[in-house]
């Protein structure tokens, strides 16, 4: 990993130029590549995985408590996690960070959770489990109000999701179906669980295979997410990327996300809003793509969603909510991003669980500029109804393939400008004008853009 120095806001502008990264948008921080402090604890790994399996004699032998005492014993720091020869795994249960700690795996090392439901248990028996709640799990690694911590490397952390649970017949992906099947909740581990933090980083790790979601965050002040590769199966239910909920001052840049679910959903609920927050030259692949929702009642507001570039996904650009959980989203821009191979490029929807409530979806001052969509799909553009209107901009928006795609819009305000595109929607109370002196675009190119999900230094 090509490790950067921090700068002082007043350089980043001369910086740019150069070859040092800054990241403008929406975050209200100067953010910068992050740089991973010094070690305060190295420990070197005991097990090793042949043919990439953990033997059967090894998996009760866990390295959480070291682990463990490394982070609680760690005064500010990193606490590197490192091969031993041919031993480069390290097989861990739920670990608790602190403030001013980072846990960082080397490069060839791989973090690999337990496939033990009883380690992940907040009550006796609630993980690993199909129940009406769900939620009865520790995440695998948890940062509570914690500041300035971080998790980091160019190794791996291993979820497993796919692997049949110690004295069980399924995996953890398993109980997702069937809690799916029987409408209820699958009670599973998250790898990474942020709640109440200060400048919390994700920085250069990969994460593969998550029970459930991979990074979630909440009620958080500074988070960054730079150069994370989230790799997980598509058909795994439930696996977001990266979650930031009621939570301000967040920016995801330069990540690879190839997931189950969405790839990166914003979400605002009961603990309050989410606001000021930079997504910025990320790559999607499968997944459900740029999400904001479904839970939107705290109030979504001043997020940038820049060079993105998304190939193979369920989702493009979607917002999503209903009335039981619907809140104001607005000053939401997307700009320099390319589609391709998507069923769906743009989803706006107020009625995603078609539940019933009070709580009624306001999406207002979306705009999408230079958006290029290379593929026939199916296009949603619905406001709730004629005083709760979508309010979209489109400015120098296209879309190939319109003659095969198939739209449904209701409910909605569209303004086209200053740069006229191909893309026009019509249907049921749609008010479309196009600003006065607006002249014809020209589509972004997105040929360079696409590229496959890198190769990782990750066992």
Known sequence: MRLRILFPAALCLALLATAFSCAFGQDARTVTEPKIPQACAEIRAALAAPGGAITASDEAKLDTARIQAAIDGCKGGAVVLRADGARNVFLTGPLELRSGVWLVVDKDVALVASRDPRVYDLQPGSCGVVTEKGHGCRPLIHGANVTDAGVAGDGAIEGRGGATLLGAKVSWWDLAQEAKVRDLNQSVPWLIVVSGARNFTLYGITLRNSPGFHVAVGQTDGFTAWGVKILTPKTARNTDGIDPGSSRNVTIAHCWIHAGDDNVAIKAGKTGPTTNVSIL??????GHGMSIGSETNGGVSHVLVRGLTIDGADN?????????????????????????????????????MKKSGDLLPVYRGITLRDVHIESPGSYTLDGLDAGHRLELRFDNVWAEGLAQSKFEAQAARIVRGPRLGNFAVTGQDVITTDDAGSKAGTPPACAARYADFPETDAP
């Open 281 to 286: 030259d990320n790559h999607f692949f499968t």
């Open 316 to 352: 493009g650009i979607r917002i999503k909510s209903d009335p039981s959980r619907g809140g104001l989203v607005e000053d939401v821009t997307y700009e320099n991003v390319c589609i391709r191979n998507t069923k769906d490029p743009l989803v706006f929807t107020p009625a995603y």
